[in-house]
């Protein structure tokens, strides 16, 4: 049996059909796997901006928790008479009993409030006197501040970074 395809001897019709039905089977898989892949697409970036929300609001109930905390313990501070009492004294005078009352002092406020150091400054920026577990790194007469910004436009309740 001799098959030769040419103008004179056209395919069959089972081949016809069978190329027929293979292309079609062939488009219908590819557009189901182009629906398929932009379904996933957009459930990828539905699921990815679900996560991003809740972590920024988990993020920003956690900031304002922190930012009370922080206030509350600048008004306890604020409020304190004996640290009040001691910075009174500090000022007033110069000497070793002041600064040894405004040390007494930041080390009972330290012990009470949970804080890496707990620093009181001059006008200029030079450390008075410092308490907590970190009062190292702030001896007394040192610049609490390395840059050259105006403490005037400073926060009352920044956080400075000292190496360890």
Known sequence: MKFT?????????????LVATSVAIGLVLVAGFV??????QRRMTGTAF???DSAQRIFGELEQQRQ???????NAL????????????????????ATTLL??????????????????????DHALASA????????????VHGELERPARRRLDEIVRRPS
């Open 35 to 40: 629906v398929l892949s932009m379904d996933a």
């Open 5 to 17: 395809l040419g103008p004179r001897n056209p395919p069959r019709l089972a081949v016809r059909t």
């Open 103 to 124: 040390q007494r002092e930041l080390d009972r406020l330290a012990s009470q409030l949970a804080g890496d150091a707990l620093v009181v400054t001059d006008k200029d």
């Open 132 to 143: 907590g577990p970190r009062r190292a790194a702030w001896l007394p007469d040192t610049t």
């Open 68 to 74: 009370e905390d922080v206030l509350l313990k600048l």
């Open 50 to 52: 679900d996560t991003l």
């Open 78 to 97: 604020a409020e304190n008479p004996g640290l009040t009492a001691a910075v009174a004294s500090y000022r007033g005078t110069d000497g070793a009993a």
